[in-house]
């Protein structure tokens, strides 16, 4: 098998998420054969890795935008460069705009949405560019996300969060709650069951490695790994998260009471998956005074 060369941009990345010296994370990689995920894992495993960096740090800016009609509710994610123009009124029209032209013509592919009209006989992706040059900005539509049901409720949190939840019972008050509560503790999952397996049986890898390194008899170690897997779930379903609006109480024994039951969620976060290039303003300086002698 032949081995894979690791890059000074491997090393970095990997650095990046998890906290580690350059040489840890060179050698981690060299083992995992130059696969990002696998080295992490292994870290993980090995408890060198304490706590590894979430993967899709908020790094880029933006906008999420909700769009929302009979059954059906759009959210678009739009990028640009720097907080200053996420604020801007043109690119705040522009995004919105965007988001209810995919709505009217029930469009969830980002190509496809960039090839419909977007009035004074552009199309969205012509409108784009003359955006890209007037704010003097990189702007991107970057993805979308649907979901369709009776009962909707939605939040946004400023800019950077959108939520769209489908349920069945209570008031809008509740959807709205539920929608908030989502937004603020970002569930991955309604429960157990809707956890992705793979992601499931990944962590489960990791916690009973992690058990086992602990040298303690088997039936304890089983007792580590179950109680692993529960905290993960508590952590990850949104039903076993303290409720926002109660910490006290469950999210699921809240809607239980309420006779709510939720259906699906979408959550969108400005930046999630892209890497903010990482000024050095030391070397920015010495650069420039380099420059001026």
Same mark, same amino acid.
């Given at each position: 098998?032949? &081995?894979?060369?690791? !890059?000074?941009?491997?090393?970095?990345?990997?650095r990046d998420r998890t906290g580690l010296g350059m040489m840890e994370c060179k050698k981690a990689l060299q083992e995992a054969n130059g696969d990002v995920e696998v080295?992490?894992?292994?870290?993980?495993?090995? =408890?060198?890795?304490?706590?590894?960096?979430?993967?899709?740090? /908020? +790094?880029?800016?933006?906008? %999420?935008? /909700?769009?929302?009609? $009979?059954?059906k509710a759009f959210l678009l994610e739009v990028n640009c460069q720097t907080d200053f123009v996420a604020k801007d009124a043109n690119f705040t029209a522009f995004a919105e705009k965007v988001a209810n032209i995919a709505l009217e013509n029930n469009v969830t592919d980002v190509a496809a949405?960039?090839? @419909?009209?977007?009035? $004074?006989?552009?199309?969205?992706?012509?409108?784009?560019?003359? @955006?890209v040059q007037k704010i003097g900005e990189n702007i991107q539509v970057r993805r979308v996300e649907t979901l369709e049901?009776?009962? @909707? +409720? !939605?939040?946004?949190? *400023?800019?950077? %969060? =959108?939520?769209?939840?489908?349920?069945? *019972? *209570? #008031?809008? &008050?509740?959807g709205k709650n539920l929608a908030m509560h989502i937004a603020?503790?970002?569930?991955?999952?309604?429960? $157990?069951?809707?956890?992705?397996?793979?992601?499931?049986?990944?962590?489960? $890898? %990791? /916690?009973?490695?992690?058990?086992?390194e #602990? *040298?303690?008899?088997?039936? %304890?170690? &089983?007792?580590?790994? &179950? =109680?692993?897997?529960?905290?993960?779930?508590?952590?990850?379903?949104?039903?076993r998260q303290p409720y926002v609006m109660d910490n006290d109480k469950k999210v699921g024994d809240v809607l239980? +009471?309420?006779?709510?039951k939720v259906l699906s969620f979408k959550r969108l976060e400005v930046g999630e998956g892209i890497?903010?290039?990482?000024?050095?303003? +030391?070397?920015?300086v010495a650069a420039a005074q380099a420059a001026s002698k």
């Open positions: 098998m032949t &081995e894979v060369k690791v !890059s000074a941009k491997m090393v970095k990345e990997l080295a992490i894992d292994n870290l993980r495993k090995s =408890g060198q890795a304490k706590a590894a960096k979430k993967a899709g740090n /908020i +790094a880029a800016d933006g906008a %999420i935008i /909700i769009a929302q009609g $009979d059954n949405i960039s090839e @419909l009209p977007y009035g $004074d006989g552009q199309t969205v992706e012509e409108a784009r560019v003359a @955006l049901g009776a009962n @909707l +409720a !939605s939040y946004r949190h *400023g800019l950077r %969060i =959108g939520v769209v939840v489908s349920y069945e *019972g *209570g #008031s809008e &008050e509740t603020a503790f970002n569930p991955v999952a309604v429960d $157990d069951e809707s956890v992705d397996a793979d992601v499931l049986a990944r962590e489960k $890898d %990791i /916690i009973e490695a992690k058990a086992k #602990s *040298g303690k008899p088997d039936n %304890i170690v &089983e007792k580590m790994i &179950e =109680g692993g897997l529960r905290k993960y779930l508590d952590e990850v379903t949104l039903l239980k +009471a309420e006779g709510v890497e903010k290039k990482q000024e050095d303003f +030391a070397a920015e």
